[in-house]
């Protein structure tokens, strides 16, 4: 019980940590210090496939994504130029869609079969609960709409980070790349000056 107060303080402060920050890169330390206490946590409920999923996707993959981004964010010296407004008309596709997945969500969850108890025994034994199969045959047959949303909402995200992001990386013509060139040595040049 010690061991859960613990680490349940370490997540609630590392979380903490993590939205207050001062710099990006602290936010990801912050972030990388509670996806390990988490993956802790994974440990102490016996869920070990969890656990090492944690550790290589998000502590491994997701934030040496984050930090490929604050490099690259923070790298440009030239404001980013704001497009229209486009808010005012997305709100009404973006609630009938919302509304569409209410509706699919209750009628799944209105036809879902009954739960059953899980079976305990050794871990990692098949038809335990936690076992590396019944994750996958959960993943994949019970909860497979979450799993599907998950990674539709996902693929949004990548779009919208591509169509936002689009617009910057378009192929520049000589005379706009060589401005942005000499905006970039100058901007450098003040910085040793300063």
Known sequence: ?????????????????????????????ALLLNFAALAVVYLTLSAEFLAVIQIIVYSGAILVLFVFVIALLSSGV????TGPNRL???????????LAALGFLISAIAHAPPATAPASGPVGSQGVFGSIAD???ALFTVQLLPFEVTALVLMVAV??????????MREAGPRAQAATDRRMREAILREGKG
Do not use: D, N, R
């Open 1 to 29: 019980m010690v061991a859960f107060w613990m680490l349940a303080t370490i997540l609630i402060v590392s979380a903490v940590w993590t939205v207050v920050a001062a710099k990006p890169v602290y936010s990801v330390v």
């Open 78 to 81: 030239a404001p980013f130029a």
């Open 88 to 98: 005012p008309k997305i709100w009404m596709p973006a609630a009938a869609v919302v």
């Open 135 to 137: 994750f996958g045959k």
């Open 159 to 168: 779009i919208g980070v591509i169509t936002l992001g689009g617009e910057q």
